[in-house]
T-cell receptor, first 115, second 114 residues
Framework: EAGVAQSPRYKIIEKRQSVAFWCNPI?????LYWYQQILGQGPKLLIQ????????DSQLPKDRFSAERLKGVDSTLKIQPAKLEDSAVYLC?????????????FGAGSRLTVL | GENVEQHPSTLSVQEGDSAVIKCTYS??????FPWYKQELGKRPQLIID?????GEKKDQRIAVTLNKTAKHFSLHITETQPEDSAVYFC?????????????FGTGTRLLVSP
């Protein structure tokens, strides 16, 4: 099966600029996640969608980050305006429920550098 | 919220030795515990997982143990090989059935020397 697709793979912007990341999950996976992984740390959940509805966005900095999954398939994550501390890899994942657990598959990530 | 602690942060072993990575979690309702391997510049990949109704699971050279009472779980790699060198993340589920999310540990950098 095809994996989780993300683009762009790399993005360099200056602070206060905006950026958008795109994710296409595995076909049939209803749940989609955006994680932020700062260098040397574990992934931190930003937002979780179930189909096109938001399940959890408690750790999303809503003053600058937004995400949508309009048709319950593809998703975009936007940052506006970017700060230096937003430099990280943004990982998209989708999941299939197996025996009562959400088994996540990650995309390759989008590496953001904010100068 | 859920807190997952992972130790050690770095682990160096000789090829052929065993490696053990330990994690603790705080939410007694957590019922799913996966382990991910992340090679440099690549995506995290699931290598093994365990559910709360099982105490141990093994897949060739890797095994995971779970102690629900103590709220800790461990990854065991036997007969380590240089290609096992990577960062390993544990995770624990949080949330209601159907809307679970994963909380990750801080990672363990494993270096296997030939």
């Amino acid at each position: 099966e095809a994996g989780v697709a993300q683009s762009p793979r790399y993005k360099i912007i200056e602070k206060r600029q905006s950026v958008a990341f795109w994710c296409n999950p595995i076909s049939g996976h209803a749940t989609l996640y955006w994680y932020q992984q700062i260098l040397g740390q574990g992934p931190k959940l930003l937002i979780q969608f179930q189909n096109n509805g938001v399940v959890d966005d408690s750790q999303l900095p809503k003053d600058r980050f937004s995400a949508e999954r309009l048709k319950g398939v593809d998703s975009t994550l936007k940052i506006q305006p970017a700060k230096l501390e937003d430099s990280a890899v943004y990982l998209c994942a989708s999941s299939l429920r197996v025996s009562g657990a959400n088994v996540l598959t990650f995309g390759a990530g989008s590496r953001l550098t904010v100068l | 919220g859920e807190n997952v602690e992972q130790h050690p942060s770095t682990l160096s072993v000789q090829e052929g030795d065993s490696a053990v990575i330990k994690c603790t979690y705080s939410d007694s309702a957590s019922n799913y515990f996966p382990w991910y391997k992340q090679e440099l510049g690549k995506r995290p990949q699931l290598i093994i997982d365990i559910r709360s109704n099982v105490g141990e699971k093994k897949d060739q050279r890797i095994a995971v143990t779970l102690n629900k009472t103590a709220k800790h779980f461990s990854l065991h790699i036997t007969e380590t090989q240089p290609e096992d060198s990577a960062v390993y993340f544990c995770a624990a589920s949080l949330g209601n059935t159907g809307f679970q999310k994963l909380v990750f540990g801080t990672g363990t950098r494993l270096l296997v020397s030939p």
